[in-house]
Protein backbone atom coordinates (compact mmCIF):
# COMPACT_ATOMS: atom_id res chain seq x y z
CA UNK A 1 0.00 0.00 0.00
CA UNK A 2 1.24 3.78 -0.24
CA UNK A 3 2.42 5.16 2.79
CA UNK A 4 4.45 8.61 2.98
CA UNK A 5 5.76 9.33 6.41
CA UNK A 6 7.23 13.18 6.80
CA UNK A 7 9.91 14.09 9.31
CA UNK A 8 12.25 16.70 10.53
CA UNK A 9 9.62 18.96 11.80
CA UNK A 10 10.54 21.07 14.93
CA UNK A 11 11.82 24.18 15.94
CA UNK A 12 14.21 26.07 14.43
CA UNK A 13 14.93 30.13 14.67
CA UNK A 14 14.23 32.76 12.34
CA UNK A 15 16.66 32.50 9.80
CA UNK A 16 17.63 29.64 10.22
CA UNK A 17 17.28 26.03 8.16
CA UNK A 18 15.80 22.49 8.34
CA UNK A 19 15.10 19.71 5.75
CA UNK A 20 12.42 17.25 5.55
CA UNK A 21 12.35 13.85 5.16
CA UNK A 22 9.67 12.02 2.94
CA UNK A 23 9.53 8.14 3.63
CA UNK A 24 7.89 6.52 0.81
CA UNK A 25 7.03 2.72 0.89
CA UNK A 26 4.32 0.79 -2.02
CA UNK A 27 5.85 3.22 -4.59
CA UNK A 28 9.32 4.23 -6.32
CA UNK A 29 9.84 7.85 -5.70
CA UNK A 30 11.53 8.29 -9.13
CA UNK A 31 8.41 7.08 -10.94
CA UNK A 32 5.67 9.71 -9.67
CA UNK A 33 5.36 13.30 -8.97
CA UNK A 34 5.85 14.51 -5.24
CA UNK A 35 5.13 17.37 -3.85
CA UNK A 36 4.96 19.29 -0.46
CA UNK A 37 2.02 21.51 1.44
CA UNK A 38 1.37 23.30 3.93
CA UNK A 39 -1.02 24.71 5.99
CA UNK A 40 -1.09 26.69 8.93
CA UNK A 41 -3.65 27.15 11.53
CA UNK A 42 -6.77 28.74 10.05
CA UNK A 43 -5.52 28.63 6.38
CA UNK A 44 -6.21 26.68 3.43
CA UNK A 45 -3.29 24.12 2.22
CA UNK A 46 -1.04 25.32 -0.24
CA UNK A 47 1.53 23.85 -2.63
CA UNK A 48 4.98 24.37 -1.76
CA UNK A 49 7.02 22.94 -4.23
CA UNK A 50 6.09 19.93 -6.75
CA UNK A 51 8.94 17.55 -8.41
CA UNK A 52 7.82 16.00 -11.72
CA UNK A 53 8.99 12.18 -12.64
CA UNK A 54 8.69 12.78 -16.07
CA UNK A 55 11.51 15.49 -16.69
CA UNK A 56 12.27 16.70 -13.40
CA UNK A 57 11.23 19.84 -13.87
CA UNK A 58 9.66 21.87 -10.90
CA UNK A 59 7.38 23.84 -9.86
CA UNK A 60 8.03 25.82 -6.63
CA UNK A 61 5.33 28.62 -4.97
CA UNK A 62 6.83 32.28 -5.25
CA UNK A 63 7.09 32.09 -1.13
CA UNK A 64 9.69 29.34 -1.65
CA UNK A 65 11.54 30.22 -4.73
CA UNK A 66 14.95 31.00 -3.76
CA UNK A 67 14.62 29.70 -0.30
CA UNK A 68 13.60 25.98 -0.23
CA UNK A 69 14.24 23.00 -2.55
CA UNK A 70 13.49 19.46 -3.54
CA UNK A 71 15.32 16.41 -3.87
CA UNK A 72 14.66 13.13 -4.45
CA UNK A 73 17.40 10.27 -3.22
CA UNK A 74 16.57 7.14 -5.14
CA UNK A 75 18.06 4.57 -3.14
CA UNK A 76 16.37 5.78 0.03
CA UNK A 77 12.93 6.29 -1.79
CA UNK A 78 12.91 9.32 0.12
CA UNK A 79 12.19 12.86 -1.18
CA UNK A 80 13.12 15.96 1.01
CA UNK A 81 12.30 19.71 1.53
CA UNK A 82 15.57 21.75 2.34
CA UNK A 83 14.19 25.08 3.90
CA UNK A 84 16.67 27.86 3.97
CA UNK A 85 15.99 31.54 5.69
CA UNK A 86 12.80 30.49 7.33
CA UNK A 87 10.56 33.52 8.22
CA UNK A 88 7.90 33.64 11.18
CA UNK A 89 4.67 33.12 8.74
CA UNK A 90 6.54 29.66 7.65
CA UNK A 91 5.44 27.80 10.49
CA UNK A 92 2.92 25.17 9.49
CA UNK A 93 2.43 21.96 9.25
CA UNK A 94 4.52 20.33 5.95
CA UNK A 95 2.59 17.51 4.25
CA UNK A 96 4.19 15.54 1.52
CA UNK A 97 1.98 14.09 -1.75
CA UNK A 98 1.89 12.51 -4.42
CA UNK A 99 -0.24 10.87 -7.02
CA UNK A 100 -1.89 8.14 -8.74
CA UNK A 101 -0.87 7.85 -12.27
CA UNK A 102 3.46 7.85 -12.84
CA UNK A 103 5.33 9.26 -14.95
CA UNK A 104 3.76 12.62 -15.06
CA UNK A 105 4.66 16.56 -14.72
CA UNK A 106 4.19 18.94 -12.23
CA UNK A 107 1.03 21.11 -12.79
CA UNK A 108 1.69 24.74 -12.80
CA UNK A 109 -0.79 25.39 -9.93
CA UNK A 110 -0.37 22.85 -7.10
CA UNK A 111 -3.53 21.94 -5.87
CA UNK A 112 -4.50 19.18 -3.31
CA UNK A 113 -7.27 18.06 -6.12
CA UNK A 114 -4.37 17.08 -7.82
CA UNK A 115 -2.62 14.84 -5.52
CA UNK A 116 -3.84 11.41 -4.51
CA UNK A 117 -1.97 10.43 -1.53
CA UNK A 118 -0.84 12.41 1.92
CA UNK A 119 1.66 12.04 4.51
CA UNK A 120 0.27 12.89 8.21
CA UNK A 121 2.09 16.08 8.23
CA UNK A 122 5.20 17.44 10.04
CA UNK A 123 5.00 20.04 12.13
CA UNK A 124 7.75 23.21 11.47
CA UNK A 125 8.15 26.10 14.40
CA UNK A 126 9.90 29.05 13.70
CA UNK A 127 10.51 30.97 16.96
CA UNK A 128 13.51 32.40 18.83
Known amino acids: QVRLVESGGGLVQPGGSTRLSCSAS????????IAWFRQAPGEEREGVYC????????VAADSAKGRFTISRDSAKNTVYLQMNSLKTWDPAVYYC?????????????????????WGQGTQVTVSS
Open 97 to 117: ATVASAWGSCPERLEESGFDY
Open 26 to 33: GFVVDYYN
Open 51 to 58: LSSSDDRT
